[in-house]
């Protein structure tokens, strides 16, 4: 009958309590990090002066109103009139009906809640100019419409803005705009001078390093999605293991985005929901491997440790790669079953 470790610090004569038999040598911590530490230094710097920095520069909102106006006033008034991407999600950010991403009854987004509530039209358009020096009229005139108003407007102008094949806004005295062209053309400018920028940002405070009305802004319009399209970050690229440029990313997602390359998850409606739950089981099987009848045993029936410590076999005269038999007189004990 085999006796389970000792967890006192008293000496015993189980198999922890043994002292080792078997070779020794010196070791140096110290040397070994110093070179190390050396090593690694001169290799990076080596691949940073061939390769060069991965840093790109910063998106903002100014670059975004700068190089595509019409795209920028295009989303703006997708905000205002509440027709974003972002404004119609679902949870964690408002309570649209029928957003959320479902398993049979099965609704993690409705259970979580609204965590991180967004208004698109007060917190990317409306709040934003009364932050102005000098705010435009055109926000009393969208104050004092009716909803109905507000959305005939915006509908109006988001039609305008879809016609619009050039690189300036459409004229205001065009169709039933109401204040909108106003309000957009004023945050447009806006956010070419950089303000915008710090007016989203400064919602969260002076010492702000929440930027996620920043990035649900800019993920709302195609601006930011192409710029990640062009450097290999979309879904179906792999994007969420890679950097920007020709570098590796985050190695630990590969699976995860391995699931959102295959059927039927690439397809699925509610994709990331399975694929959350399909990691969260894979996770928990991982981690309560060592308690899990059969699979523990593993190591027995692939005996790779054969291979790694073939030189202890081979004296036990047993050929590696084989779970073949081993003198049970003669036997002690491996490296990795030292370990349990």
């Known amino acids: ?177 109401g204040p909108v062209p106003a309000m957009i053309a004023s945050l447009s400018s806006s956010a070419r001078s950089g303000a915008l920028d710090g007016a989203v940002a400064g919602e969260g405070g002076f010492y702000n390093l929440d930027f996620t009305p920043a990035i649900l802004f800019l993920g709302d319009g195609t601006y930011f999605q192409n710029l990640a399209t062009a450097q290999h970050l979309t879904g179906d690229q792999w994007g969420m293991m890679n950097e920007t440029g020709n570098y590796p990313g985050q190695s630990w997602l590969w699976l995860f985005s391995f699931f959102y390359q295959v059927e039927p998850f690439a397809s699925a409606p509610n994709a990331d929901l399975l694929i959350v739950l399909i990691m969260g089981i894979l996770t928990a099987l991982l981690a309560l491997l060592p308690f899990i009848p059969g699979l523990r045993t593993f190591p027995k029936w692939i005996p790779i440790h054969r291979l790694i410590w073939r030189d202890y076999y081979s004296k036990q005269g047993v050929q590696p790669g084989t779970a073949g038999p081993e003198p049970a007189s003669t036997r002690s004990e491996t490296p990795l079953e030292r370990t349990h």
């Open 1 to 177: 009958m085999k006796s389970s470790p000792s967890m006192s610090w008293r000496a015993g004569n189980d198999l922890v309590s043994r002292p080792w038999r078997g070779r020794v040598r010196d070791y140096d911590l110290f040397k070994e990090v110093t070179i190390g530490i050396v090593v690694v230094s001169l290799i990076t710097i080596g691949l940073v002066a061939v390769l060069g920095s991965p840093d790109e520069p910063s998106v903002t909102l100014k670059s975004w109103a700068t190089s595509q106006p019409v795209d920028f006033a295009t989303t703006a008034t997708a905000e205002l009139g509440g027709t974003s991407d972002t404004a119609g999600y679902g949870p964690p950010y408002n309570t649209t009906p029928d957003a959320t991403q479902t398993l049979g009854p099965l609704d993690l987004q409705s259970i979580a809640g609204v965590r991180i509530p967004v208004d698109t039209a007060n917190a990317f358009v409306v709040r934003p100019l009364k932050t102005l020096r000098s705010a435009p009229d055109a926000l009393a005139a969208w104050s004092a419409g009716s909803a109905a108003d507000q959305t005939r407007w915006t509908t109006d102008y988001a039609k305008a803005l879809a016609a619009d094949k050039g690189t300036s806004l459409p004229p205001a005295s065009g169709g039933d705009y």
